[in-house]
Nanobody, 122 residues
């Protein structure tokens, strides 16, 4: 079993900042990658930012230059620093971890956190 615990969401005014954290725990062999997704009412869940265990990153065009993803592999934790927040960033933000459960031969399986609400007011 893999658990992802998220924190850091809340209410902030436009132009403000928030820092999200997600810590993975449980039983797994390795984490291949972690990422942040978000979903606003009526919208599909979309990738915000992702990072591999080696440090390679990618971002949605809408957040480039404003958000930064980072990780601490020793703590199995991923962070999302969100600056210059806009009302359109309002969504539930979900952490995802792609892991191998048993060994290097195991398939890569994704797990989701419970989500944390980010609300940006104008």
């Amino acid at each position: 079993q893999v658990q992802l615990v998220e924190s850091g969401g809340g209410l902030v005014q436009a132009g403000g900042s928030l820092r999200l954290s997600c810590a993975a725990s449980g039983t797994f062999f390795s984490i291949n990658a972690m990422g942040w997704y978000r979903q606003a009412p009526g919208n599909k869940r979309e990738l915000v930012a992702g990072i591999t265990s080696g440090g390679s990153t990618n971002y949605a065009d809408s957040v480039k230059g404003r958000f930064t993803i980072s990780r601490d592999n020793a703590k199995n934790t991923v962070y999302l620093q969100m600056n210059s927040l806009k009302p359109e960033d309002t969504a539930v933000y979900y952490c995802n971890a792609a892991v191998r459960r048993i060994s290097s031969y195991s398939p890569i399986v994704g797990y989701w956190g419970q989500g944390t609400q980010v609300t940006v007011s104008s």
